[in-house]
């Protein structure tokens, strides 16, 4: 069914994903807004999976009946700035323009306040030119703050990019300090 998404489910990624992983990683076209560099062979993408995926306190793979299509992180501040996250997501451009994106947000928007519960933001930052993207973070409910000039590195040039927010929910909050989530 178009737009069913009751199959789509998350998980930690592992070594054994590094196929599905360079799927994504390699797509010239997902590559457009991200500063990361192509993996040239597996090997390569097992090294990421294992230096940086599976270490990484949130970063699961968005799956379609139980394939893995894409991957969502969140990623906390450190120190006294834990109160605040960054969200960060892509999908294989086969899989573009389905609404799966804005559900998988919403989804880990609703979950992660719940598990972190000392999550007070959760931010995203997002190329100018890359609209795709900032229509996600409407569509699951974030506020659009304000550009931030010359943010990011693109192909070695610095890049101005969009500053998104979504706070936690104050009731939810209060509820699970009282030791029950709703
Ligand atoms: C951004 C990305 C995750 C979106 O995934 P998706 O599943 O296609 O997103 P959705 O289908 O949920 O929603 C996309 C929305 O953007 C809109 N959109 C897509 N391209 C657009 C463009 N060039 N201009 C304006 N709107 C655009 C779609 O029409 C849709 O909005 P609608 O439902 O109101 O019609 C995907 O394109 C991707 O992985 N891109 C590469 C990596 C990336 O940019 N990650 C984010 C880094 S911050």
Redesign the pocket.
């Known amino acids: 069914m178009e737009n069913d998404y009751s199959n789509i489910t998350f998980r930690q990624l592992d070594l054994s994903d590094a196929d599905d992983f360079m799927e994504?990683y390699s797509d010239e076209?997902?590559r457009?807004?991200?500063s990361w560099d192509t993996f040239t062979s597996k090997q390569a993408a097992m090294q990421y999976v294992a230096d940086k995926v599976i270490p990484h306190p949130w970063h699961k793979a968005i799956c379609l009946k139980n394939k893995p299509i894409?991957s969502i992180s969140v990623t906390p501040f450190s120190g006294n700035e834990i109160f605040r996250a960054e969200l960060?997501?892509?999908?294989?451009?086969n899989?573009?323009?389905?609404?799966?994106?804005?559900?998988a947000v919403k989804m880990v928007a609703a979950s992660v306040f719940v598990e972190w519960p000392h999550l007070e933001r959760l931010e995203?930052?997002?190329?100018v030119e890359?609209?795709?993207?900032q229509?996600?973070l409407e569509?699951a409910g974030f506020t659009r703050e304000g550009v931030l000039r010359k943010y990011y590195l693109l192909k070695g040039k610095p890049k101005d990019a969009v500053i998104f927010s979504l706070f936690v929910k104050y009731e939810r909050k209060y509820m699970w300090r009282n030791n029950s989530l709703y």
């Open positions: 994504w076209k997902v457009e807004f991200c894409g960060g997501y892509v999908l294989g451009s899989y573009w323009g389905k609404g799966i994106a804005t559900t995203a930052v997002v190329a890359n609209m795709g993207s229509r996600v569509k």
